[in-house]
């Protein structure tokens, strides 16, 4: 894909450098299990049809009504009623990254070596998973509290208008949540399917000392300071677009520090520099090296979860 780089030395000590590329996902199938609706087959346990005041299913006889054998295509439109269904989006289009980066590199004395870089990095069209049948944001409560009455309201059963046309699956009860009939397909219990929604942004600074090998000893010192953001979820199952928040993945502080010392021994050294044979050997070319690396927490999340104002 297009990648290009350049370096300008503006003077004898300092260079700079910059670069952007493209860089595609692989072409061909998602990375995702072969969609196989019709044929495999779950058979859900419905262990009450009257929410609880008569048990139908037992630890000896979980499914009374027999297990749902796979119809293939047989089923035709009616395949996987009463249950959750996906099926390949044909028009997805290949997802890819744009990289960028500039960066000021300057020789110092001692053999060291000091850069200050921005990269940044942007995903387009990146694969997430949408659920069609979702519950419109219309009947959801807006308010910043619990709110009990649209809780109460939504999960209310009432009559299943499905009863029994789809025993074995989690509609099979002589009532159902409320909110199941409001879906847009309320005989599945989700439809499923990948879309080219998601996004990411990223921006950093990264800095880097080095200390090249003098008096046998190197050491390189990075510092990055980056913020990592995407949208690749819903933060209501029915929003138009997903969500814009710090990436799960976001390291704000990344601190790494090697060294590698070559031991004072042997051949060319100043100790041990007279022996000879098997003992010069056994002496020479030791080194010793230590990584230290340290890093911010990932972000927290709260989940669904409501503060109650004081």
């Given at each position: 894909?297009?990648?290009i780089?350049?370096?300008?030395?503006?003077?004898?000590?300092?260079?700079?450098?910059?670069?952007i590329?493209?860089?595609?996902e692989?072409?061909?199938?998602?990375?995702?299990?072969?969609?196989q609706t019709?044929?495999s087959?779950?058979?859900?346990?419905?262990?009450?049809?009257?929410?609880?005041q008569?048990?139908?299913?037992?630890?000896?006889?979980?499914?009374?009504?027999?297990?749902?054998?796979?119809?293939?295509?047989?089923?035709?439109?009616?395949?996987?009623?009463?249950?959750?269904?996906?099926?390949?989006?044909?028009?997805?289009?290949?997802?890819?990254?744009?990289?960028?980066?500039f960066?000021?590199?300057?020789?110092?004395?001692?053999?060291?070596?000091?850069e200050?870089s921005y990269?940044g990095?942007?995903?387009?069209?990146?694969r997430?998973?949408?659920?069609l049948?979702?519950?419109?944001?219309?009947?959801?409560?807006?308010?910043?509290?619990?709110?009990?009455?649209?809780?109460?309201?939504?999960?209310?059963?009432?009559?299943?208008?499905?009863?029994?046309?789809?025993?074995g699956?989690?509609?099979?009860?002589?009532?159902?949540?409320?909110?199941?009939?409001?879906?847009?397909?309320p005989?599945?219990?989700?439809?499923n399917?990948?879309?080219n929604?998601g996004?990411?942004?990223y921006?950093?600074?990264?800095?880097?000392?080095?200390?090249?090998?003098?008096?046998?000893?190197?050491?390189?010192?990075?510092?990055?300071?980056s913020?990592l953001?995407?949208?690749?979820?819903?933060?209501?199952?029915?929003?138009?677009?997903p969500?814009?928040?710090?990436?799960?993945?976001?390291?704000?502080?990344?601190?790494?520090v090697?060294?590698?010392?070559?031991?004072?021994f042997?051949?060319?050294?100043?100790?041990?520099?007279?022996w000879?044979?098997?003992?010069?050997?056994?002496i020479?070319?030791?080194?010793?090296s230590?990584?230290?690396q340290?890093?911010?927490?990932?972000?927290?999340?709260?989940?669904?979860?409501?503060?109650?104002?004081?």
């Amino acid at each position: 894909m297009p990648r290009i780089g350049l370096a300008y030395s503006l003077t004898p000590t300092t260079i700079f450098r910059a670069g952007i590329g493209i860089y595609f996902e692989p072409n061909g199938v998602p990375n995702f299990d072969v969609i196989q609706t019709g044929f495999s087959q779950a058979t859900q346990m419905t262990p009450t049809l009257d929410n609880g005041q008569h048990f139908i299913a037992t630890l000896t006889n979980p499914f009374p009504g027999g297990l749902i054998s796979p119809l293939g295509a047989a089923g035709g439109l009616g395949t996987n009623l009463g249950q959750s269904i996906s099926f390949f989006n044909q028009n997805l289009r290949t997802p890819y990254m744009e990289r960028w980066q500039f960066a000021l590199q300057r020789s110092l004395p001692a053999g060291s070596v000091l850069e200050v870089s921005y990269a940044g990095n942007r995903g387009v069209r990146q694969r997430i998973s949408r659920n069609l049948d979702a519950l419109a944001d219309v009947y959801l409560s807006v308010s910043k509290l619990r709110d009990q009455q649209t809780i109460n309201y939504l999960g209310a059963q009432v009559p299943n208008p499905f009863y029994p046309l789809l025993p074995g699956t989690s509609l099979s009860g002589t009532t159902v949540a409320r909110s199941q009939l409001l879906l847009s397909y309320p005989q599945f219990t989700g439809v499923n399917v990948d879309t080219n929604q998601g996004y990411s942004w990223y921006h950093s600074m990264q800095t880097r000392f080095e200390k090249r090998f003098s008096a046998g000893l190197m050491s390189t010192v990075s510092w990055t300071w980056s913020k990592l953001m995407e949208a690749r979820s819903y933060l209501n199952a029915g929003d138009p677009m997903p969500e814009k928040v710090i990436s799960d993945q976001d390291r704000t502080h990344r601190l790494a520090v090697t060294a590698v010392y070559e031991l004072p021994f042997g051949k060319g050294k100043s100790l041990g520099n007279s022996w000879r044979g098997f003992g010069s050997k056994m002496i020479s070319g030791w080194q010793v090296s230590g990584i230290y690396q340290g890093q911010s927490g990932p972000p927290l999340g709260f989940g669904n979860a409501l503060f109650k104002g004081i």
